[in-house]
C-alpha cells in the first residue's frame, strides 16, 4: 500500500476545512451586509448612535461590507437582546445596541432574560450614559421632596427597563410616589406620553434632552429631577444623584448597582460563537468609525457626550456587574418583583 507522505496528510486534512472557516475576514465581509439592531423604537440615543455607527463602520470594516441598522423594539430592548443571542447569524454579520441594563437584567434572573450577557461578543462602546428622569412643572414632584408627597405618573418601557426599575427602587427606599404606566416602546414615546398629558414623568438620557428637548427646560415645562449616577456630572451639578436619596449604606449599595449600568452606555455587541478574527476585526473597526473626522463632526455639531471604549474594556465591565454581591442581588429582586 502507498504512503500518502507528509505532504498528502496535509493535503487530506485540508479537503475537510470548509471555505468559510479559511476564508480571512476581508474575503468574507467582502459584499456582505452587516445589519446594527437597535433594541427600541426610533428617536432616542440608543437609536441614534446605532444609525451613527451605521453610517461610519462599514469604511473600516476590512472587505467594506454594506451596513445598515434595523429597530426591533420591545420588552425594554430584552426582546432584541434575545434575538442576537438565539436566532441572529453567527457569522459577524449581525450586531444590536441594547438598553445599559442588560447586565443587570440577569444578574437580577429576569424571567424574560434569554441570554448570558459576558457571552456576547461586546465590540465597543460610543460612550457611558447619564440617565435622568424628567418631570413635567404640572405637578409639584419636581423636587425630592415633592416626589415624596404627591404622585407622579411615569412612563415605563417595560418591566426590567431602566424607566420602571429606578422608580420602584425609589418608591421602596426613598419614599417616593412614582405610578409606572406600562406600554411605551421608547424614551422617546415616554417623552411624547408627558408632552400629551398621559404622564407627567419620563426617564431618558441626558443626551436625548440636550439633542431634542433643551426647550423643555429653557422654558421651565420640565426639569431634569434625577441624574441616575453615582455622584453628580459636570453638566448637572444641580440635580441629585440616585445615591443621594438613600438613608443608610445598605441602600446606598444598591442604587450604586442600579447605576452601575451608566458605564456600559451606548455599547455594541455581536453574538456568541461569531469567529475570533471577525470579532477582532469589527472590534479595530469600530474603534477606527469613532475617529472617523465626520462621525466627531456629526457628534460636535449635536452637541452629544462621547466617551468610546473598546469591546475588551466594556467586556470587563459586564464582568463586574454580573459579579455583583447575591445579597444586593436578592434584596433589588425583591423590590422590582412587587406591583
Given amino acids: 500500500m502507498k504512503s ?10 485540508l479537503v475537510g476545512v470548509s471555505p468559510a472557516m479559511a476564508q480571512s475576514p476581508e474575503q468574507f465581509f467582502a459584499g456582505k451586509t452587516i445589519t446594527v439592531t437597535i433594541g427600541f423604537s426610533p428617536g432616542g440615543t440608543y437609536d441614534l448612535f446605532g444609525r451613527m455607527l451605521s453610517r461610519y463602520l462599514g469604511k473600516y470594516v476590512p472587505g467594506k461590507p454594506t451596513v445598515i441598522a434595523s ?6 430592548s430584552l426582546t432584541a437582546a434575545n434575538w442576537l443571542y438565539r436566532v441572529a447569524p453567527k457569522d459577524g454579520t449581525a450586531m444590536a445596541i441594547v438598553a445599559q441594563t442588560i447586565a443587570q437584567e440577569e444578574a437580577l434572573k429576569n424571567k424574560a432574560v434569554q441570554y448570558k450577557t459576558a457571552e456576547f461578543n461586546w465590540i465597543g462602546r460610543a460612550t457611558s450614559n447619564i440617565e435622568v428622569q424628567v418631570v413635567s412643572t404640572r405637578t409639584k414632584g419636581t423636587t425630592m421632596q415633592g416626589m415624596k408627597e404627591v404622585e407622579v405618573p411615569t412612563a415605563s418601557t417595560g418591566p426590567g427597563s431602566p424607566s420602571e426599575s429606578y422608580p420602584k427602587l425609589l418608591n421602596a427606599l426613598a ?8 406600554g411605551y416602546p421608547g424614551s422617546t414615546d ?3 406620553a408627558m408632552e400629551r398629558g398621559e404622564t407627567d414623568s419620563a426617564l431618558t438620557s441626558w443626551n436625548t434632552m440636550k ?8 422654558g ?3 426639569a431634569v429631577s434625577i441624574q441616575y449616577v453615582l455622584e453628580r456630572s459636570k453638566d448637572l451639578k444641580d440635580v441629585p444623584a440616585v445615591t443621594e436619596f438613600a438613608t443608610n449604606d445598605a441602600d446606598r449599595a444598591l442604587l450604586a448597582f442600579a447605576a452601575s449600568s451608566a458605564d456600559i452606555g451606548r455599547a455594541f455587541m455581536a453574538p456568541p460563537g461569531v469567529p475570533a478574527d471577525r470579532v477582532k476585526a469589527l472590534r479595530e473597526a469600530f474603534m477606527a468609525a469613532m475617529k ?9 455639531k449635536a452637541k452629544l457626550d462621547f466617551d468610546p471604549a473598546s469591546g475588551e474594556a466594556v467586556q470587563k465591565i459586564v464582568a463586574d456587574v454580573i459579579g455583583v454581591s447575591p445579597d444586593i442581588v436578592a434584596r433589588m429582586e425583591k423590590i422590582l418583583a412587587a406591583e
Avoid at 175 to 182: A, H, Q, S, V, Y
Avoid at 211 to 218: F, H, I, K, S
Fill in 220 to 222: 421651565k415645562k420640565a
Fill in 71 to 76: 429597530n426591533m423594539p420591545g420588552a425594554g
Fill in 175 to 182: 419614599g417616593t410616589k412614582f405610578k409606572i404606566i406600562r
Fill in 4 to 13: 500518502l507522505g507528509l505532504g498528502g496528510i496535509l493535503l487530506a486534512g
Fill in 292 to 300: 472617523d473626522p465626520d462621525l466627531l463632526a456629526e457628534v460636535e
Fill in 190 to 192: 415616554g417623552l411624547l
Fill in 211 to 218: 439633542t431634542t428637548r433643551m426647550d423643555w427646560l429653557t
